[in-house]
């Protein structure tokens, strides 16, 4: 059992280590929504591989990765109305999501794979999808590493980063595709409902914690594995749903990083109008 365990919290760490890091660039590149449309696509894909009796992981990685890569070739082609066809992607996915596991559900023996789906489960972690994260998370270092100072500076100011020759339309079509395929991976752990936490909460604390984006982006990372494996081992403790439990505490880890900061500058402003005392 514990060595189960073990093969748990790697992978949450993991899970969380990516979501975090892909939640940063998603945010500061402005392509939330298209994350978010990616996400909800890779839940259309796992409940449609319960209907075919397949792997969800798998089917969730292709309707992501499909979804990411059809989102950012019309990004690249129109100029009004990409909110419009993000939310159309979003409301479709969802739809079918809905209707597959409707169809899945007639099935007794489905239940269970549903409940995975739709809210993460301990039992759905194995060495064949550690391995997966572990791959996952290789790739897309390299790629950080490889074209660290385009990104740079895309992070900085994207319009100047064209105007300087970088092509941000292919490294905005990679985050998407990186996206898709950590959303799509991190499924049997969160489930599809919930696997937004993991890529939003820990970028919006470390918004509280600093205004540099590389210490953003390590933040974050940290974040990330930090309320997953606590949020897996507090599941694990008290019987509580995973993707449920991953959520409520990376949403008071946000809590306690707003409420400190608040009290930080209020402290702060307090110690600067104070009028100095002259000996």
């Given at each position: 059992m514990l060595e189960f365990l073990g093969?748990?919290?790697?992978?949450?760490?993991?899970?969380?280590?990516?979501?975090?890091?892909?939640?940063?660039?998603?945010?500061?590149?402005?392509?939330?929504?298209?994350?978010?449309?990616?996400a909800h696509a890779a839940l259309a894909g796992a409940s449609i591989g319960l209907i075919l009796n397949i792997d969800p992981v798998y089917s969730a990685m292709i309707t992501a990765v499909a979804s990411a890569l059809f989102l950012g070739i019309v990004f690249t082609r129109i100029e009004y109305g990409r909110e419009l066809i993000s939310m159309a992607v979003f409301s479709v996915s969802s739809a079918v999501a809905i209707f597959a596991i409707y169809l899945s559900n007639v099935r007794v023996l489905a239940t269970v794979s549903i409940a995975v789906v739709l809210w993460g489960s301990l039992l759905a972690i194995t060495v064949e999808k550690l391995i997966l994260l572990l791959l996952i998370l290789f790739?897309?270092?390299?790629?950080?590493?490889?074209?660290?100072?385009?990104?740079?500076?895309?992070?900085?100011?994207?319009?100047?980063?064209?105007?300087?020759?970088?092509?941000?339309q292919m490294h905005m079509l990679i985050m998407l595709f990186f996206a898709g395929l950590i959303?799509?991976?991190?499924?049997?752990?969160?489930?599809?409902?919930?696997?937004?936490?993991?890529?939003?909460?820990?970028?919006?604390?470390?918004?509280?914690?600093?205004?540099?984006?590389?210490?953003?982006?390590?933040?974050?990372?940290?974040?990330?594995?930090?309320?997953?494996?606590?949020?897996?081992?507090?599941?694990?403790?008290?019987?509580?749903?995973?993707?449920?439990?991953?959520?409520?505490?990376?949403?008071?880890?946000?809590?306690?990083?707003?409420?400190?900061?608040?009290?930080?500058?209020?402290?702060r402003r307090r110690c600067l109008s104070r009028p100095y005392r002259l000996g």
């Open positions: 093969l748990a919290i790697s992978a949450a760490v993991l899970s969380g280590n990516l979501c975090g890091a892909i939640g940063f660039y998603v945010q500061r590149l402005k392509i939330t929504t298209l994350s978010f449309s990616v790739i897309f270092v390299l790629y950080i590493l490889a074209y660290r100072i385009q990104i740079d500076s895309m992070l900085y100011d994207v319009k100047m980063a064209e105007a300087e020759g970088v092509n941000v959303i799509s991976s991190s499924l049997r752990l969160t489930g599809g409902f919930l696997v937004f936490t993991l890529l939003y909460n820990p970028v919006a604390t470390s918004f509280q914690i600093s205004r540099r984006a590389h210490m953003q982006l390590l933040a974050s990372s940290i974040l990330g594995a930090v309320s997953a494996s606590s949020g897996l081992m507090v599941s694990y403790i008290l019987d509580w749903p995973v993707g449920a439990t991953i959520a409520i505490v990376s949403s008071i880890i946000l809590l306690l990083a707003y409420t400190a900061k608040i009290i930080a500058e209020a402290v």
